[in-house]
């Protein structure tokens, strides 16, 4: 930790507004994402908690320093880094979380390592603390073995979530994945319909 400590302290010297902290998965970062995001606090004297900002602070804030943090993996957004981000005013109330699907048989056959009422659990968890965060997602149809019905789910979770944003995908093999040797390959004209219709639904809740 004390190298990526250094490095951002080495970047806000420079003038860095915005620190993104970047993994594959950011969540189960070795020695805490939590723990880091506590500890860039000593880097910046706008880096403050929000009971000893000042009115001075607060507007010198806005323009200030910010951390972020991506891909956190459902499974590992853990109630301490929920905390944190309600916690530290520089952290970025933003919450990338990569659902995929919306349907358990689905997300089991993704080995995902999470069901859809896992999930769910996670966004009441971030939403109890902090209603106004923005939480973003990945969904990804036509999956091999997607049924219509399994799709419907995906459907019905997007609505039920209610999305910030969405980065949508249609499923398309890859050499020397397990998922392209599995059996269930759809048509592309399924796949490209099916993600048509979760465009439309999207944009028509984003709207």
Same mark, same amino acid.
Request: glycine content about 6%; aromatic content about 8%.
């Given at each position: 930790?004390?190298?990526?400590?250094?490095?951002?302290?080495?970047?806000?010297?420079?003038?860095?507004?915005?620190?993104?902290? #970047?993994?594959?998965?950011?969540?189960?970062?070795?020695?805490?994402?939590?723990?880091?995001?506590?500890?860039?606090?000593?880097?910046?004297?706008?880096? #403050?908690?929000?009971?000893? #900002?000042?009115?001075? =602070?607060?507007?010198?804030?806005? @323009?200030?320093?910010?951390?972020?943090?991506?891909?956190?993996?459902?499974? =590992?957004?853990?109630?301490?880094?929920?905390?944190?981000?309600?916690?530290?005013?520089?952290? *970025?109330?933003?919450?990338?979380?990569?659902?995929?699907?919306?349907?358990?048989? *689905?997300?089991?056959?993704?080995?995902?390592?999470?069901?859809?009422?896992?999930? @769910? =659990?996670?966004?009441?968890?971030? @939403?109890?603390?902090?209603?106004?965060?923005? *939480?973003?997602?990945?969904?990804?149809?036509?999956?091999?073995?997607?049924?219509?019905?399994?799709?419907?789910?995906? #459907?019905?979770?997007?609505?039920? *979530?209610?999305?910030?944003?969405?980065?949508?995908?249609?499923?398309?093999?890859?050499?020397?994945?397990?998922?392209?040797?599995?059996?269930?390959?759809?048509?592309?004209?399924?796949?490209?319909? @099916?993600?048509?219709?979760?465009?439309?639904?999207?944009?028509?809740?984003?709207?």
């Amino acid at each position: 930790m004390d190298e990526v400590l250094a490095e951002i302290k080495q970047k806000i010297e420079q003038g860095a507004k915005t620190i993104i902290l #970047l993994g594959q998965n950011v969540n189960s970062y070795q020695y805490g994402l939590a723990n880091l995001l506590r500890a860039i606090e000593k880097l910046s004297p706008l880096f #403050l908690r929000e009971g000893r #900002l000042t009115a001075a =602070d607060k507007s010198e804030l806005t @323009r200030g320093e910010f951390v972020s943090f991506m891909t956190s993996h459902p499974r =590992d957004i853990s109630d301490d880094i929920i905390q944190a981000v309600y916690d530290l005013p520089y952290v *970025i109330k933003d919450f990338h979380l990569p659902l995929q699907s919306g349907d358990n048989t *689905i997300l089991k056959a993704m080995n995902r390592g999470y069901t859809v009422e896992f999930f @769910r =659990d996670r966004v009441k968890a971030i @939403r109890k603390l902090l209603p106004k965060a923005r *939480i973003s997602t990945d969904i990804l149809v036509g999956f091999p073995g997607e049924t219509e019905e399994q799709f419907q789910n995906t #459907l019905n979770f997007v609505k039920e *979530i209610g999305f910030t944003s969405v980065n949508m995908f249609a499923y398309s093999p890859r050499p020397q994945t397990a998922a392209s040797q599995m059996p269930g390959q759809l048509a592309e004209e399924v796949k490209q319909a @099916r993600l048509q219709r979760l465009i439309t639904l999207v944009r028509a809740m984003l709207d």
